[in-house]
């Protein structure tokens, strides 16, 4: 049989590549480690009291998308590409505080009472303010 005297179309080939051509991986760092980090959402509008104990390290949810362990991170954060980061705290002394999940607080991770202004109650669970 000689070569081409098969009338079978075949789909056009790709362009072939250059050995040791580098990928284009910009669009998959912007992915993944995007440039401006996503703004926090209001977890809950009102704090939650827990015990904290004395040396232990805690990492507070700061992006308020943590839905297992409000008020502290779960590893949304990461999974949804905010950018943002918990924050990672110790106490010295054991002790029972109100921890912030409106994400508005200006203490954070303590509530001081933003929750309470009419900018976070008018707010929806899970969006920004
Ligand atoms: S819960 Fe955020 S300031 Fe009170």
Not at 60 to 79: E, I, L
């Amino acid at each position: 049989m000689l070569r081409g005297s098969l009338s079978i179309p075949r789909p056009a080939a790709a362009a072939p590549r250059k050995l040791n051509q580098r990928r284009d991986i910009s669009s998959w760092l912007a992915k993944w480690f995007p440039k401006a980090p996503a703004k926090s959402v209001v977890a809950l509008k009102t704090p939650i009291k827990v015990e904290l104990v004395a040396g232990k390290t805690y990492r507070w949810c700061v992006c308020g998308r943590s839905k297992k362990q409000q008020p502290f991170c779960d590893g949304s954060h990461f999974f949804q590409r905010t950018g943002l980061s918990p924050l990672k705290f110790k106490v010295q002394e054991t002790r029972v505080v109100a921890l912030c999940t409106c994400k508005a607080t200006q203490k954070p991770p303590y509530c001081d009472g933003t929750h309470r202004s009419e900018r976070v109650q008018k707010a929806e669970v899970g969006s920004p303010l």
